[in-house]
């Protein structure tokens, strides 16, 4: 399956699909409130097949006429959703879903047999870096720029809006991308940071930069004219597109930088091992730095890339001590402290970077977990400057991964 995302244009049509939006909040409300009291009331979820019962006799009554503008299949897809939020409480141990403005319901799904696609002769005087295509949704077309060709059937189309009020659709696609690349028979550990994002275990650093502290002024100052202004003004909403615009380019900027690093990684190596963090556990240490830095998104889309360029990502266990244990000796040094950023071994007298050590573990860890081989650090002059695999996988006997 893939999934590629384009934006409509702003034409006058756009209202219906806003229009549309805010019905299915409306019902995704009103099946909420109908199945937070079945709950409380019997102790288990209400199916998905009585409420779908449900919204086809409501439909029929005058008073929800309006309902009947949405395509059915998307409402019903409404309810698969909610239904689902209520078996993850007990499965997943959640909260019950919560109740949401309707503006504020941003997705909506479409079958893709319902949703053709037809080129637009495009008769401007200026041309556009990519063709217009226009898609027909509930009856009506409209246009986007379609920047990646279609490869598959389309299966499903998903309309998103954000809080600009710019509207989206993910075209997905019955089609498996693959970009075959030259293997580089090459295994790296990566140590996740604060001040360098990944530190490699040839002592490569990977910096990123923090998109919402770089734009935390901007946005507070956003935010101060923002509550100045009347509730229900024109002046007050147009500062609130001003502060979702703020968080869209922060949102817009972090992803990208994810995926350029992403690709980059995939192209350098052929096995890549991370540790297994507890992510929620540092949020309530460093707090904003790490939901900054997003490292769960970022492997994520790592996975996708190395799914999509025959690469593999691999997870060492989270208890394992990569930052106390020496990579040259083993020794484990357990006075060693958070600020402790350059240590020296007692056993062999070697001077280890906290960050390029705990990669080097994180390195032999993996490689020993999964039977890819040994891992040698190289020594020189009392400083760690490289490794050495010696591989018994065939995916790494063509080349050592050394640094």
């Keep these: 399956m893939r999934n590629t995302k384009h934006k409509l244009f702003k034409d006058k049509t756009l209202r219906h699909l806003h229009d549309e939006l805010n019905i299915s909040g409306v ?10 009291r079945y709950y ?13 019962a449900h919204l086809t006799n409501l439909k029929k009554l005058e008073k929800y006429q309006h309902w009947n503008i949405p395509y059915s299949w998307a409402l019903q897809n409404v309810l698969k959703r909610l239904s689902q939020s209520f078996r993850e409480m007990k499965t997943l141990g959640r909260g019950h879903p919560q109740f949401k403005s309707c503006k504020k319901h941003k997705g909506m799904t479409f079958d893709g047999r319902q949703a053709p696609l037809e080129k637009v002769l495009d008769k401007q005087k200026h041309e556009r870096n990519h063709p217009t295509y226009k898609i027909r949704l509930n009856g009506r077309w409209y246009r986007f720029a379609l920047h990646r060709p279609i490869e598959g059937k389309i ?7 954000d809080a600009l009020g710019d509207v989206y659709i993910t075209l997905t696609e019955d089609y498996s991308e693959v970009k075959y690349e030259p293997k580089t028979g090459k ?10 994002f990944l530190t490699g275990s040839d002592g490569h650093p990977y910096p990123s930069p923090m998109f919402y502290k770089h734009n935390a002024d901007k946005l507070a100052t956003a935010q101060k004219v923002h509550s100045r202004k009347v509730k229900g003004s024109h002046n007050r909403e147009r500062e609130r597109k001003n502060i979702a615009r703020i968080h869209k380019k922060t949102a817009n900027q972090r992803t990208d930088h994810h995926w350029k690093l992403a690709i980059e990684l995939c192209q350098k190596f052929d096995i890549l091992f991370f540790e297994d963090l507890n992510l929620r556990g540092m949020k309530a240490l460093w707090g904003k730095q790490v939901s900054d830095l997003a490292f769960g998104e970022f ?13 593999s990502v691999l997870k060492i266990d989270r208890w394992s001590p990569t930052s106390k244990c020496c990579s040259v000796c083993g020794h484990k040094n357990d006075n060693l402290t958070l600020a402790d950023r350059n240590w020296t071994c007692p056993e062999c007298h070697t001077d280890l970077d906290r960050d390029q050590n705990a990669a080097m573990n994180i390195l032999k860890e993996g490689v020993a977990s999964f039977g890819l081989g040994v891992v040698r650090p190289i020594v020189l002059f009392n400083r760690i400057v490289g490794i050495s695999v010696e591989a018994t996988s065939p995916l790494l006997k063509s080349t050592n991964a050394s640094a």
């Design 27 to 36: 019902v995704r409300n009103h099946f909420l409130a109908l199945s937070m």
């Design 40 to 52: 409380r009331r019997y102790g288990k979820e209400l199916s998905y097949s009585k409420m779908s």
């Design 155 to 161: 299966t499903q189309v998903h309309v998103t809006r």
């Design 187 to 196: 295994a790296e550990g990566f140590d996740f940071g604060i001040k360098d």
């Design 299 to 311: 492997l994520r889309k790592l996975k996708h890339q190395s799914k999509k360029r025959i690469r």
